[in-house]
């Protein structure tokens, strides 16, 4: 059985920093793109990150670019996002993601919330 | 940026009726275009990939077509349980997601 993980939210001031985390079980961690998709209060569904199988290929929301870093441990069955220079606007549940064969995000986690507010 | 619009914001129908759900994009997306829908409290679940394809145990009445740039997301016969917030998204340039379409019970 697949299970997708998330872990590491909470609430922090506005410019400060947050790592969020994903374990991942019942399928081949490192042999997949894996994504962090966000979805603020009452919004629809945003994109994030994507990081590739090895972790050579990188790719961010224009929004996050600069400020938040997608990284995996495949050894660990993890993914990483370390975000800093937090904004308001990025107050919202972010959920892990796998990305299958067709660039659908097939497995989800159950999501993690971040609140930034002062 | 693929901007993905979806109409109806909201579609109110009844248990049995037939749903259609439209996602047009602002480009050409060709055939990779995703539909998910999602329960309060829930992850999305994928539903149909590459505008037609259904996902593994997703029921058939669940349906999608179009290409290009329109895109429709068909239940032929709504249960209960298919009352929920749908999203399309494409993955042609880059990934964006549609703004949502909520199927409410009438």
């Known amino acids: 059985e697949v299970q997708v993980v998330e872990s590491g939210g909470g609430f922090v001031q506005p410019g400060g920093s947050l790592r969020l985390s994903c374990a991942v079980s019942?399928?081949?961690?490192?042999?997949?793109?894996m994504s962090w998709v966000r979805q603020a209060p009452g919004k629809g569904l945003e994109w994030v990150a994507n990081?590739?199988?090895?972790?050579?290929?990188?790719y961010y929301v224009d929004s996050v670019k600069g400020r938040f870093t997608i990284s995996r441990d495949n050894a660990k069955s993890s993914l990483s996002l370390q975000m800093n220079s937090l904004r308001a606007e990025d107050t919202a549940v972010y959920y892990c993601?796998?990305?299958?064969?067709?660039?659908?995000?097939?497995?989800w986690g159950q999501g993690t919330l971040v609140t930034v507010s002062s | 940026e693929i901007v993905l619009t979806q109409s109806p914001a909201t579609l109110s129908l009844s248990p049995g009726e037939r749903a259609t759900l439209s996602c047009r994009a602002s480009?050409?997306?060709?055939?990779?275009l995703a539909w998910y829908q999602q329960k309060p409290g829930q992850a999305p679940r994928l539903l149909i990939y590459?505008?037609?394809n259904r996902a593994t145990g997703i029921p058939a009445r669940f349906s999608g077509s179009g290409s290009g740039t329109d895109f429709t997301l068909t239940i032929s016969s709504l249960e209960p349980e298919d009352f929920a917030v749908y999203y399309c998204?494409?993955?042609?340039?880059?990934?964006?997601f549609g703004q949502g379409t909520r199927l409410e019970i009438k």
């Open positions: 993601a796998r990305v299958s064969s067709t660039w659908c995000f097939d497995y």
């Open positions: 019942g399928f081949a961690f490192g042999s997949y793109w």
């Open positions: 990081i590739k199988q090895e972790g050579s290929e990188k």
């Open positions: 480009q050409s997306v060709s055939s990779y």
């Open positions: 590459d505008a037609s």
């Open positions: 998204q494409q993955r042609s340039n880059r990934i964006t």
